[in-house]
């Protein structure tokens, strides 16, 4: 069983920053790609970074040149720096590991619970 657990989130206000971390433990031997997906109410779930074991990054177009995802491999953790945050990027985010191998082979995606960003203008 893999659990993902993340942290960080919270109320700021619009051009202020934040850092989410997300901790994945269990029966892992490696993981492939690690996430941030984000839902903002009534929206549907769309993607806002993502980042390979090999160090290949993917951003939303919205996001790109504020938020920075990077990843601790050996702690299976994946971060993301958003800076410059507008109201618009209000949203629960939540974690995702995906192509996630374990002692009986490759698995399912895994999610986190989410953790509530709020920016005020």
């Known amino acids: 069983q893999v659990r993902l657990v993340e942290s960080g989130g919270g109320l700021v206000q619009a051009g202020g920053s934040l850092r989410l971390s997300c901790a994945a433990s269990?029966?892992?031997?490696?993981?492939?790609?690690m996430g941030w997906y984000r839902q903002a109410p009534g929206k549907q779930r769309e993607l806002v970074a993502t980042?390979?074991?090999?160090?290949?990054?993917n951003y939303a177009d919205s996001v790109k040149g504020r938020f920075t995802i990077s990843r601790d491999s050996a702690k299976n953790t994946v971060y993301l720096r958003m800076n410059s945050l507008i109201p618009g990027d209000t949203a629960v985010y939540l974690c995702?590991?995906?192509?996630?191998?374990?002692?009986?082979?490759?698995?399912?995606?895994?999610w986190g619970q989410g953790t509530q960003v709020t920016v005020s203008s």
């Open positions: 995702n590991a995906h192509n996630v191998l374990g002692p009986t082979g490759w698995g399912p995606d895994y």
């Open positions: 269990g029966s892992i031997f490696s993981i492939n790609s």
């Open positions: 980042i390979t074991s090999g160090g290949s990054r």
